[in-house]
């Protein structure tokens, strides 16, 4: 059984840090595209960073330059380092596997990120 855990959520000021973090298990690590997504109330499921066994990653243009995406091929973890936060950043931030080249992809459960003063 596939299992995604996120953990690092909670409450930032504004221009502060985050470290999220997904722990990834029932699955071949190697062969998964792991990405990080994020949703607001009302809104569309948006992709934030992904990142191949490889190590290419790719950024939504709204947090390239502040976000950095990672991953432990043995721990078989994704970290999603957040940087400068902004109030636009709050959300509820997914962990998703994505086989390659194709097949069903996983989530996790999610963890809520909310920057405010």
């Known amino acids: 059984q596939v299992q995604l855990v996120e953990s690092g959520g909670g409450l930032v000021q504004p221009g502060g840090s985050l470290r999220l973090s997904c722990a990834a298990s029932?699955?071949?690590?190697?062969?998964?595209?792991m990405g990080w997504y994020r949703q607001t109330p009302g809104k569309q499921r948006e992709p934030v960073a992904a990142?191949?066994?490889?190590?290419?990653?790719d950024y939504a243009s709204s947090v390239k330059g502040r976000f950095t995406i990672s991953r432990d091929n043995v721990k078989n973890t994704v970290e999603l380092q957040m940087n400068s936060l902004k109030s636009e950043d709050t959300a509820v931030y997914y962990c998703?596997?994505?086989?390659?080249?194709?097949?069903?992809?996983?989530w996790g459960l999610g963890t809520q990120v909310t920057v405010s003063s």
């Open positions: 998703n596997a994505r086989p390659s080249p194709s097949g069903p992809e996983y």
């Open positions: 029932g699955l071949i690590f190697s062969s998964y595209v």
């Open positions: 990142i191949t066994w490889a190590g290419l990653s």
